[in-house]
């Protein structure tokens, strides 16, 4: 479908990202798990049951909220400044060199044709803030932790971005930006996204998931496949 100007002085055009597998080839919760091991600031017990949530979550059996909630447990008492220092050099070692060129590119597309476009993403800002700045995108949704005198509480304010937390946080920003959704386009890989899916005008399934493709398919959503850079 072919991606067009809005009219001038129209409700906002939205285009909305999911993260992993979308615009980036790997998972970044287990690209950040991978960069802590090797830094020594986790145990291979902690890397491997990293590993093991995100093979959970893969196959739909992950309580995402509970894992969620006390995974976040560890940055308790870590400054905030050194969390986001952290991941900037995070992402220039292990993410920057993974993003989708096509992603890219589509990024670029919508940007030009004056969209509103954010990714929205279940990760932390500090995952999807480096990430944006390279895309040239000003807006995110992401879950969001709770701090107190530049300190990480180790809490997650809820509801945390993902399924129906992720519908929760885009109504206040479509209500805050005046964006149409019926005219918006969401992208994503993972049928945990659908909910959101159901209510843009263009779906998109990238690189889906088994039952995502199946559930394009069945509903003519387009379908991208992008190559690993």
Same mark, same amino acid.
């Given at each position: 479908?072919?991606?067009?100007?809005?009219?001038?002085?129209?409700?906002?055009?939205?285009?909305?990202?999911?993260?992993?597998?979308?615009? #980036?080839?790997?998972?970044?919760?287990?690209?950040?798990?991978?960069?802590?091991?090797?830094?020594?600031?986790?145990?291979?017990?902690?890397?491997?049951?990293?590993?093991?949530?995100? #093979?959970?979550?893969?196959?739909?059996?992950?309580?995402?909220?509970?894992?969620?909630?006390?995974?976040?447990?560890?940055?308790?008492?870590?400054?905030?400044?050194?969390?986001?220092?952290?991941?900037?050099?995070?992402?220039?070692?292990?993410?920057?060199?993974?993003?989708?060129?096509?992603?890219?590119?589509?990024?670029?597309?919508?940007?030009?044709?004056?969209?509103?476009?954010?990714?929205?993403?279940?990760?932390?800002?500090?995952?999807?803030?480096?990430?944006?700045?390279?895309?040239?995108?000003?807006?995110?949704?992401?879950?969001?932790?709770?701090?107190?005198?530049?300190?990480?509480?180790?809490?997650?304010?809820?509801?945390?971005?993902?399924?129906?937390?992720?519908?929760?946080?885009?109504?206040?920003?479509?209500?805050?930006?005046?964006?149409?959704?019926?005219?918006?386009?969401?992208?994503?890989?993972? #049928?945990?996204?659908?909910?959101?899916?159901?209510?843009?005008?263009?779906?998109?399934?990238?690189?889906?998931?088994?039952?995502?493709?199946?559930?394009?398919?069945?509903?003519?959503?387009?379908?991208?496949?992008?190559?690993?850079?």
């Amino acid at each position: 479908m072919a991606i067009t100007r809005p009219t001038p002085g129209a409700p906002r055009v939205g285009a909305f990202f999911d993260m992993d597998k979308t615009l #980036i080839a790997e998972n970044s919760a287990s690209l950040y798990m991978k960069y802590r091991y090797r830094r020594g600031e986790i145990s291979g017990a902690d890397l491997l049951r990293g590993l093991g949530a995100y #093979i959970q979550y893969k196959v739909g059996v992950l309580d995402i909220r509970n894992w969620t909630q006390s995974t976040m447990l560890q940055f308790r008492g870590m400054s905030e400044a050194e969390l986001e220092k952290q991941a900037l050099e995070w992402f220039d070692e292990e993410v920057g060199d993974t993003l989708y060129p096509e992603a890219e590119a589509l990024v670029r597309e919508h940007l030009a044709a004056g969209h509103f476009v954010a990714i929205v993403s279940g990760a932390t800002k500090f995952v999807v803030r480096p990430l944006a700045a390279r895309l040239g995108i000003q807006h995110m949704l992401y879950t969001r932790l709770e701090v107190e005198g530049g300190l990480f509480t180790g809490r997650v304010i809820e509801p945390i971005c993902f399924e129906e937390g992720k519908i929760y946080w885009l109504q206040q920003f479509i209500e805050e930006h005046r964006v149409d959704l019926a005219k918006s386009w969401f992208y994503t890989d993972s #049928i945990t996204d659908q909910p959101l899916m159901d209510l843009v005008g263009h779906p998109v399934a990238v690189n889906p998931d088994p039952f995502l493709y199946r559930e394009a398919v069945r509903r003519s959503w387009p379908v991208r496949f992008f190559e690993a850079p």
